[in-house]
């Protein structure tokens, strides 16, 4: 089978990752599962033409990079079909791959069951909003539903920058420049420092990786653009003492101050088996108060969990009412429900198992 032809198979079938590993067959990820697509396994030369195929649909690829780096990152568009996000690496001496497809059109933040108290974020003008949650769980596509509403709505100078680029964005009402990393940026601190001079209203982080990115990323918020990012983390709380954490020990009061001005919202989201088939995402968001504020300035998020389960009527909610909600829903198993929660004596006790 062609490249071509697995990428077509891929998208008809819902996959959401596509897997080419030399010794296993060709293996493609549905709704959380990853099963064999047959039973033929792959050899070391079918991985490298596979991936020597996959490279000549990259306008500026070269396979050179993974057999000298060991591992590469890039995005490739084919008309009519989709786009992939690909990282090629090697394994045993043998090349290999994991593609994440990526549909043309984005989809409606109501299919996605994003909340609306999400969406309402487009409306800033200013400030940082992270959106955070392990790998997989949907975060690039709930910003660039963000991004959306924002581009459909308000005329502004929107700057993305990604590793790679997953949707493409057209410009509506607003002007979108979108970069990405080593084909247009050499890395998220330089592009994010060259973006404060671009004069923009927006800008979208992929993800705020090193110390430099995320200390630009709040200077950038402090100086009036609205920033959005993400974090591999699970709960404001958590978020916020990771973002704590990167500083120095000396330097982190300073960061607690000026995080407590600039933070507009944490979202954390997670994609949980669903009883009738596929996933369905639970969402924790925090919507900055004065009284989270105060937390943040004062060393106090561990209290974070409190304020935002007694501020529903603000539009929050903790992950672990929004886990309970599904369950009751009859849309998650109580397993699952006790699982993904973040306290899972108490959520046991909620579901009696």
Do not use: W
Request: proline residues 3%.
């Amino acid at each position: 089978m062609s490249m071509i032809n697995i990428l077509n198979d891929a998208m008809q079938k819902n996959a959401s990752d596509i897997y080419i590993v030399a010794g296993s067959p060709i293996c493609y990820k549905v709704m959380g599962n990853i099963y064999n697509i047959d039973d033929n396994k792959l050899t070391h030369i079918d991985t490298a033409k596979l991936i020597t195929e996959l490279y000549s649909y990259f306008e500026n690829g070269n396979i050179n990079r993974v057999n000298y780096d060991g591992d590469d990152d890039f995005s490739i568009s084919i008309p009519e079909l989709g786009r992939f996000r690909c990282n090629t690496y090697k394994q045993r001496g043998s090349l290999a791959a994991v593609l994440r497809t990526v549909k043309f059109e984005l989809p409606d933040f109501k299919d996605l069951m994003i909340p609306e108290s999400v969406m309402k974020f487009s409306d800033l003008k200013k400030g940082l909003v992270l959106v955070t949650g392990p790998a997989g769980s949907g975060k690039s596509t709930t910003l660039a539903s963000i991004i959306d509403r924002i581009n459909d709505n308000y005329h502004k100078h929107i700057i993305t920058i990604e590793d790679p680029i997953e949707y493409i964005h057209r410009h509506k009402k607003s002007i979108v420049s979108q970069r990405e990393i080593e084909l247009d940026t050499k890395n998220y601190s330089k592009a994010l420092r060259a973006a404060l001079r671009q004069s923009p209203d927006v800008v979208l982080l992929g993800e705020m990786r090193d110390f430099e990115t995320i200390q630009t990323a709040i200077t950038a918020a402090e100086t009036g653009q609205l920033v959005l990012s993400t974090l591999h983390t699970i709960g404001a709380a958590k978020t916020i003492d990771r973002i704590i954490d990167v500083f120095p020990s000396q330097g982190q009061q300073q960061v607690r101050i000026q995080l407590s001005m600039v933070l507009q919202a944490v979202v954390s989201q997670q994609l949980i088996p669903c009883i009738q088939g596929g996933l369905v995402p639970a969402f924790e968001i925090m919507i900055c108060n004065s009284a989270i504020r105060n937390m943040i300035r004062e060393s106090k998020v561990h209290m974070m969990d409190n304020t935002i389960y007694g501020s529903s009527e603000e539009g929050m909610i903790t992950m672990d009412e929004s886990i309970i909600n599904l369950y009751k829903e009859g849309k998650i198993t109580g397993k699952n429900a006790v699982f993904y929660a973040t306290n899972k004596d108490t959520m046991l006790k909620k579901v009696q198992l």
